[in-house]
């Protein structure tokens, strides 16, 4: 019972200091607040295998350790193949068009480890379209990411970012984000 009163007593004490930096941005975000950013990577999805994504984002960064980011990916675009022999005894052969799109809104965390390099962690919203040609597919949900970044010079900074979009589709990452 000690422990639990301990640590809501240090938890009651710490707060404040800790909420006064993420309520006066004035005095902790960089003064290039907003930013903008491209970047590229590979898909993974479990029904249509890899792919090749790019993307583009924008934030507003609230102070050192908060961002607010919307962003859109073309996360897979490509051709599959198919054939099959068919019960009367031709081969049936053809081809689909898939197409898979991310938009998204999340809060972005970021950590410190050095002057240049952040620990990154992301919590938001998006909607993952596939579009086939016969079909679409939507899964609306929880966005989960982690990933790094490196202040490249005092407003271009590079980022490298696991993301978790749904259940079947997770995306690797490279950018570049500039500040203005």
């Known amino acids: 019972m000690i422990k639990h009163i301990s640590a809501a007593a240090l938890a009651l004490f710490a707060f ?3 909420a006064q930096e993420i309520a006066a ?4 975000a960089s003064p290039n607040a907003y930013y903008f950013g491209l970047d590229a990577g590979r898909t993974h999805d479990d029904f249509d295998k890899d792919g090749s994504s790019l993307g583009i984002f924008a934030g507003y960064q609230v102070n050192r350790y908060l961002s607010v980011e919307a962003g859109y990916r073309r996360m897979l675009d490509r051709v599959n193949t198919f ?6 005894g031709y081969m049936v052969t ?3 068009h898939m197409r898979m ?6 809060a972005l965390g970021s950590w410190p480890l050095t002057d240049k390099v952040n620990l990154l962690g992301r919590v938001g919203y998006n909607e993952v379209v596939s579009r ?7 899964q609306k949900g929880l966005l989960l990411g982690a990933g790094v970044s490196y202040k490249l010079a005092p407003n271009i ?3 490298l ?11 690797v990452s490279a950018g570049i984000a500039y500040k203005f």
Do not use: V
């Open 157 to 159: 900074d590079a980022r």
């Open 83 to 88: 054939a099959f022999q068919h019960p009367a």
């Open 161 to 171: 970012e696991f993301q978790r979009a749904s259940d079947e589709t997770r995306n």
């Open 16 to 18: 404040p200091a800790f």
């Open 94 to 96: 053809g081809e689909t």
């Open 25 to 28: 941005p004035a005095a902790t």
């Open 101 to 106: 799109d991310q938009r998204s809104l999340s």
């Open 132 to 138: 086939y040609k016969w079909d679409n597919y939507r």
